[in-house]
């Protein structure tokens, strides 16, 4: 890949999905950062207050901008986070999950806006 993405996102899924066109990955990573990730925290508020029809609203309209991002392997985490609220699980398992996945993310997004940062001045 000509861009030289961070490898620590799904170059392979990113390639074949959008090619070499650094507006659209700009628009992508730009849109994951503005909307997605809010979303995502607005997500940590659901459920901690136990409102499981938010959350479960929240975390399906989430699972496919993980992919679209590049964060391939987060979207069966995800998956699993949005099954357990469908299936009740205890609130205190949610929010375990919820973390688990917020930590791996916290890592990745000074990755996005670096990317999305650098895409926007090619």
Do not use: C
């Amino acid at each position: 890949m000509a861009l030289q993405l961070n490898p620590a996102l799904d170059l392979t899924y990113i390639d074949k999905a959008y090619g070499e066109d650094p507006v659209i990955l700009h628009m992508i990573f730009d849109a994951f950062l503005s909307d997605s990730v809010p979303r995502w925290n607005a997500l940590h508020d659901a459920l901690d207050k136990v409102d499981l029809k938010e959350s479960a609203s929240i975390v399906h309209g989430l699972k496919p901008s993980f992919t679209m991002a590049g964060l391939t392997w987060i979207r069966p985490k995800v998956e699993v986070l949005e099954k357990a609220i469908k299936d009740n699980e205890e609130p205190e398992n949610l929010m375990d999950m919820y973390l688990k996945i917020s930590d791996e993310l916290n890592q990745l997004i000074p990755i996005l806006e670096q990317e999305s940062e650098r895409l926007k001045n090619y």
